[in-house]
């Protein structure tokens, strides 16, 4: 088995001005190209991890060739989404207006108290005379911090 030798690396550095699914059209100079790949392969997966720059950012392109025929998009300045494998699960979260939201609801229930008025629980043949007062529960549920569902190998 042969051992492929070096090839000459060629990378070009150019303007986004399009994007179409997973291929993108940079504008080199006067010259546009288009159907530039905007991951390793054009197999179609769903585990994939899709990079999309935004239109008019600059971008670096390299060549699988050598020349403008076989081109993919190594880096990317201004990003307009990504997405992990074929985004099936929706966007992330902001981690910390999550917190908050669940720490509001946290704080709901352990000061949630109510009142039954008068003539609606009946002790015998007798309705509650006066209001009963239903106090707050008497096992707090802890606040949360985002580290005890925040994944921190993922950021954004």
């Known amino acids: 088995m042969a051992v492929v030798g070096p090839a000459p690396i060629t990378v070009y550095q150019g303007i986004v001005s399009r994007v179409d699914g997973i291929t993108c059209t940079v504008r080199f100079g006067e010259m546009e190209v288009d159907g530039i790949r905007l991951r390793a392969s054009e197999a179609s997966q769903d585990a994939q991890m ?5 239109v008019d950012t600059a971008v670096i392109v390299g060549s699988l060739s ?3 025929s076989e081109l993919v998009v190594l880096a990317v300045d201004v990003i307009e989404r990504i997405e ?9 979260i902001n981690i910390e207006a999550l917190t908050d939201k669940l720490n509001e609801l946290v704080n709901a229930f352990n000061n949630h108290t109510h009142t039954i008025l008068s003539g609606k629980i009946k002790c015998g043949p007798y309705p509650n005379a006066a209001p009963v007062q239903v106090p707050a529960v008497t096992s707090k549920a802890q606040q949360l911090k ?5 994944d921190e190998t993922v950021k954004h």
Request: charged share 25%; net charge negative; hydrophobic share 30%.
């Open 66 to 68: 050598g020349d403008l």
């Open 146 to 150: 985002k580290s005890d569902y925040e």
């Open 50 to 54: 899709l990079i999309v720059p935004k």
């Open 84 to 92: 992990i494998n074929g985004g099936q699960l929706g966007g992330l």
